[in-house]
C-alpha cells in the first residue's frame, strides 16, 4: 500500500506525519527550513504568516525579531526589536506635499512652523492633511483694526493734566524711535512740562513738534493727537496751524509764530493774532484781523 502524506508549517519548522492506509501515524519527522531545504516557494499557499501579529507590542523581545501591530497607521505597522527589549518602528507613512492642489514631493515627515503673525491650522479629512494658514490679528494689523482705529489708540483716563497714562490695545512691549501713537488725553493740558506713560513702559516727556513744552491751549481733551518717539521724547507730529480756543495763553518765545483765533461774540467780529516780538525783543500777539 502507497503512504499518504501531510505537510503543516509550524513557525520555521515544517512537521510531516505519514499515514498508513488505515490511518495510523507509523513516524514522524521534522523537516529544518534552513537546512534541509532549498528555494522554498509558498506562492500556491493559502496563506502565510511569517511575522508575530497583535495590537500590544510584547515587553520583551531580542534584537531581531519583528513585530506586526495591527492597529498601527497603514506603513507604520511593522516594528523590529533593535536592542534587548526595544522595538523601533520600521516603516513610515510617507507624506506627500502639494501646493495648491499641485504636487511638490514626498517626505517621511514634515515639521510646520508658523512664523510670526502667522496661524497654522492642520485639518485631517482621513484621506488628506491640508494646513490652513491665516493671519494672527493680534500680531499684524488687518483692515478692519485699521478701519476701526484701534491699533494705535492710546487712551489716557489719568486724570492728571501734566502727567498722563495711556493704554494700549494689543499692548506695547517697548518703546522703539519712530513708533506712533494715536493719544487721546482725558484733560486738557496744564501747560508746560508734560509727560506720557504708555502701557507702563516709562515715563517720557510730551514735546510739541519743535521740541518746545505744550502750552495751556495746545492738549485739549477728547481730542487726537499723532505722536512720534524720537528715542528720548515724545513729539507732537504737527500743531494746527490756527488755534482756536476761548483763553488764549501769554506769547512768549515758546509761541513764537503761532496764530490763535478768538471768536467774538454776536455782531462782535472774531480776533486773529500771531504771537511774535517787536524791535525791542518784547514778545506779545500781533493782531492781524
Excluded at 122 to 140: E, F, K, R, Y
Aim: aromatic share 8%; net charge neutral.
Amino acid at each position: 500500500m502507497g503512504f499518504n502524506k501531510a505537510v503543516r508549517l509550524c513557525g520555521i519548522v515544517i512537521c510531516a506525519w505519514f499515514y498508513t492506509s488505515a490511518g495510523q501515524a507509523q513516524t514522524g519527522t521534522q523537516i529544518d527550513l534552513h537546512s534541509q531545504t532549498r528555494r522554498v516557494d509558498f506562492t500556491n499557499a493559502d496563506s502565510t504568516r511569517p511575522l508575530k501579529l497583535g495590537t500590544l507590542l510584547p515587553a520583551t523581545c531580542s534584537s531581531g525579531d519583528l513585530f506586526f501591530k495591527a492597529d498601527a497607521p497603514s506603513g507604520s505597522n511593522l516594528f523590529g526589536c533593535t536592542a534587548l527589549n526595544i522595538w523601533s518602528v520600521e516603516g513610515s507613512a510617507s507624506i506627500q506635499l502639494n501646493s495648491d492642489n499641485i504636487r511638490v514631493g514626498t517626505r517621511g515627515s514634515e515639521n510646520l512652523t508658523p512664523g510670526p503673525g502667522i496661524v497654522n491650522t492642520l485639518i485631517d479629512n482621513g484621506t488628506t492633511l491640508t494646513l490652513q494658514m491665516s493671519v494672527d490679528s493680534a500680531t499684524v494689523e488687518t483692515r478692519a483694526t485699521q478701519q476701526a482705529g484701534t491699533s494705535l489708540l492710546c487712551k489716557s483716563a489719568s486724570n492728571s493734566a501734566a502727567a498722563y497714562t495711556c493704554l494700549m490695545s494689543p499692548s506695547l512691549s517697548a518703546y522703539t524711535i519712530g513708533m506712533l501713537l494715536h493719544w487721546m488725553p482725558d484733560m486738557a493740558g496744564a501747560g508746560g512740562a508734560t509727560t506720557l506713560n504708555a502701557d507702563g513702559l516709562g515715563i517720557k516727556a510730551v514735546k510739541l513738534w519743535d521740541g518746545s513744552d505744550p502750552t495751556a491751549g495746545d492738549i485739549v481733551a477728547g481730542s487726537l493727537y499723532s505722536l512720534w518717539y524720537d528715542g528720548t521724547v515724545f513729539r507732537v507730529q504737527s500743531s494746527p496751524a490756527v488755534t482756536n480756543l476761548p483763553t488764549r495763553t501769554a506769547c512768549a518765545i515758546a509761541l513764537a509764530g503761532r496764530v490763535w483765533l478768538t471768536a467774538g461774540a454776536a455782531g462782535v467780529k472774531d480776533d486773529v493774532s500771531v504771537c511774535a516780538k517787536d524791535a525791542a525783543n518784547s514778545y506779545g500777539w500781533r493782531t492781524l484781523y
